[in-house]
């Protein structure tokens, strides 16, 4: 079945920058791959995807201009770079897959965390 394993989470200062990679096992081909988070205290909500072909993305009003997503689909991966870190994107961060962009998706990581102190 499909695995996901994310990287790249860690401490940064507000302003600062990282880059959350993905890497995905199994059978991938053909699907789309998003981002999650969850702050403390607050609910999952979806923050960045991208089609197979990588030409269709889509971002969460709060990150659309810091947050830029791509992949490499000969490596499997799916990377999330975020610019201008704010406190409140302290959450952990989830990587997931899609069959479509925009349909619910259906296998998900074990997270890793961000925290953007002030």
């Known amino acids: 079945q499909v695995q996901l394993v994310e990287s790249g989470g860690g401490l940064v200062q507000a302003g600062g920058s990282l880059r959350l990679s993905c890497v995905a096992s199994g059978r991938t081909f053909g699907y789309a791959m998003g981002w999650f988070r969850r702050a403390p205290g607050k609910e999952r909500e979806f923050v960045a995807g991208i089609s197979w072909t990588g030409i269709t993305t889509k971002y969460a009003d709060s990150v659309k201009g810091r947050f830029t997503i791509s992949r490499d689909n000969a490596k499997n991966t799916v990377y999330l770079q975020m610019n201008s870190l704010k406190p409140e994107d302290t959450a952990v961060y989830y990587c997931?897959?899609?069959?479509?962009?925009?349909?619910?998706?259906?296998?998900w990581g074990e997270g890793t965390q961000v925290t953007v102190s002030s």
């Open positions: 997931a897959l899609a069959e479509r962009l925009n349909r619910p998706y259906d296998y």
